[in-house]
């Protein structure tokens, strides 16, 4: 064998010998509450398709239309010729669902954060994150090459604590939290955070990937919920989770999105989506908007209400539970591993989540819950999960 393929082989057996190994699972079918995995069809608690949008009539419709009317590339990035319509339309539609001035929307999350925080802060800046927050922020913020500072999860004490050391007039500070932690489905204290960042003239960025057609009286999130929308500086989101498809965006006001589409390299030197992609992302703007969501919102948080039930005097222990993501703590990885396959052996899927998407020794089983679980369904994962954690 050449070096290479020892280097590679090397690096798989040190991978597998911590039970840290992954491997792609085949699925043939399209999202729902039931997929064909590995050809086994198995009741779906792993997606965060939390509304049901990805498989909907009106979303597909919608990329059809623009497929036959754009065609499905398009053509370059924005600012080289790929500016379609479909793409303008996105971001009218998602400023005008979370009631901001202006919005750019980019390929993917991760791209977004990659993109927005190396275009607000660099060197002779200090970037302040919660210790949860998603690897695409943690990413963003070593890019950026600001100083970086790391609070303990949720703990307004500890940031504050920071702040006082690492403020000082001559540096931006940004803090970075999410509204909803997407390993933990807990809620960051956000009114707190708010205080203390106009306390120490600290800007805030919020990404409300697991929030977002989920909270507040209009379903933008957690902002709206506390009624701190106009409090916060930039405000994140993703198309991939209750949206239904896929990309990222972020909003505010008119002067962040020029200085985005003018420094984020994330978004400059990247093709624009499909032009269908961004059609069926505008009609589940819409959609999340309408009665029809709330609807399907008011239905997940049933079948949340019906979990939270099941789990009342059960042996499965899980936090309180604030989201529609709901962590099942197994702690060492081979066990999350060994708990996911006894639970796809009686026909349900929910993924074990292992380092590096979590902490060392902290992994679990994450169910996520949507509109389109039945309550029977619902019955039927407490029942499995019963049966295969001691
Ligand atoms: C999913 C997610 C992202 C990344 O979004 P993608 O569109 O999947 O790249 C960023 N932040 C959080 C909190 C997420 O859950």
Not at 160 to 173: A, C, D, H, W
Not at 183 to 211: F, N, Q, S, T
Not at 367 to 384: G, N, R
């Amino acid at each position: 064998m050449d070096a290479f393929g020892e280097t590679l082989n090397e690096q798989l057996a040190l991978i597998r010998e911590q039970g840290l190994y992954r491997e792609l699972r085949r699925i043939d079918s399209a999202q729902g509450t039931r997929i064909q995995v590995d050809g086994q069809e198995l009741l779906n608690f792993s997606s965060n398709d939390y509304l049901g949008l990805a498989n909907d009539e009106v979303l597909r419709k919608a990329a059809v239309a623009a497929a036959e009317r754009f065609g499905v590339g398009s053509g370059g990035s924005r600012l080289i010729c790929g500016s379609l319509s479909s793409h303008h339309e996105l971001e009218e539609a998602l400023a005008d669902f979370k009631g901001t001035e202006a919005v750019l929307t980019f390929s993917s999350g991760y791209a977004t954060a990659l993109g927005t925080i190396t275009a607000l802060v660099g060197k002779d800046d200090v970037i302040v994150i919660d210790k949860l927050v998603h690897a695409s922020i943690v990413d963003a913020a070593r890019l950026s090459n600001a100083r970086l500072r790391i609070y303990r999860h949720n703990d307004v004490d500890n940031l504050e604590k920071i702040l006082r050391s690492s403020v000082t007039p001559k540096r931006r500070t940004l803090i970075v939290t999410e509204s909803v932690f997407s390993m933990d489905g807990d809620l960051a204290p956000l009114r707190e955070i708010v205080e203390l960042k106009d306390k120490y003239g600290a800007w805030l960025m919020l990404d409300e990937a697991h929030a977002t057609g989920l909270f507040g009286a209009q379903r933008r999130g957690l902002a709206e919920a506390f009624e701190l929308q106009e409090r916060i500086e930039i405000h994140m989101g993703t198309l991939g989770k209750a949206l239904g498809t896929a990309g990222g965006y972020i909003c505010g006001r008119r002067a962040l999105i020029e200085v985005l589409v003018n420094r984020a390299r994330s978004f400059i030197f990247s093709t624009a989506p499909s032009p269908a992609l961004a059609a069926a992302a505008t009609a589940a703007v819409r959609l999340v908007q309408s009665e029809e969501g709330e609807t399907r919102r008011a239905t997940l948080w049933a079948r949340v209400d019906h979990l939270k039930n099941r789990l009342v005097g059960s042996r499965i222990r899980v936090p309180v539970i604030q989201s529609a993501i709901v962590p099942i703590a197994i702690g060492e990885e081979e066990q999350a591993l060994k708990c996911a396959q006894a639970l796809k052996t009686k026909g349900v899927f929910v993924p074990a989540i292992r380092y590096p998407t979590v902490a060392r020794g902290k992994a679990r089983l994450r169910v996520t819950v949507t509109a389109q679980h039945t309550p029977e369904q619902i019955e039927h994962l407490t029942t499995a999960i019963s049966q295969c954690i001691n």
